[in-house]
């Protein structure tokens, strides 16, 4: 399979009622796309790492009611799962793809990378692009232009990080679905890898 980008119709994946329907949906039409990123991206993360990053597909395996809003393919260094550690991600919701650098509520060592990160807040400032956005919750759309925080807002989301347990930073893009189905395969892929690059110092930040 060659990869060919996203569709509007992946994307409207996420407007199709009921959860079967649209897990089944979700399955015949996006996760082969995330199958494909998944092997390719581990080996080029495996490469730029120098240790071996193993993809994790988005499973939705614990829902019995509302269905999912958004899926992924995550990238970890865990060959049994990646919530428990840092992580990188490439996925949809219904208005955007997404792709990042994640720290979640599960991983157990959320107090050293805070503190590592805030050590380092003004290396972050000048190495993240001013586009780039931040999120303190994986499980909602919203996030914060890399432009628009100053130094308190990083002291703040990386203290928060070592003081709340359900805490969680995401550094990365949003690329809006208009745009990203506009995109090739290969363009696609890389913007991605572009993305990871300049995530690849947070990551080694932990």
Same mark, same amino acid.
């Given at each position: 399979?060659?990869?060919? $980008? ?9 407007? @199709? ?26 080996? *080029? ?35 049994? $799962? ?31 990378? $805070? ?8 290396? /972050?400032?000048?190495? @993240? ?38 805490? *969680? ?15 090739? $395969? ?5 913007? /991605? ?14």
């Amino acid at each position: 399979m060659k990869f060919s $980008g996203f569709t509007a119709t992946d994307f409207n994946v996420f407007k @199709i009622n009921g959860l079967e329907p649209r897990m089944d949906a979700l399955i015949d039409r996006i996760r082969p796309k995330l199958e494909w990123l998944g092997n390719h991206f581990s080996e *080029e993360l495996s490469i730029m790492l120098g240790q071996e990053m193993y993809p994790h597909i988005a499973k939705h395996a614990r829902r019995t009611v509302n269905p999912p809003n958004d899926t992924w393919v995550a990238f970890s260094s865990n060959r049994r $799962g990646y919530k428990m550690v840092p992580h990188f991600q490439i996925g949809l919701w219904e208005t955007h793809l997404f792709v990042w650098y994640a720290v979640i509520y599960e991983a157990p060592m959320k107090t050293e990378i $805070g503190q590592a990160l805030k050590t380092n807040i003004e290396s /972050i400032q000048q190495i @993240i692009p001013s586009n780039f956005v931040w999120s303190i919750d994986h499980m909602k759309p919203d996030a914060t232009m890399h432009s628009e925080l100053k130094i308190e807002d990083f002291a703040s989301m990386f203290e928060r990080l070592q003081t709340v347990k359900k805490s *969680e930073i995401l550094c990365g893009i949003q690329i809006p679905r208009d745009k990203a189905v506009e995109m090739s $395969g290969n363009e696609l892929v890389n913007v /991605i890898h572009d993305v990871f690059v300049q995530l690849l110092p947070l990551y080694k930040m932990n």
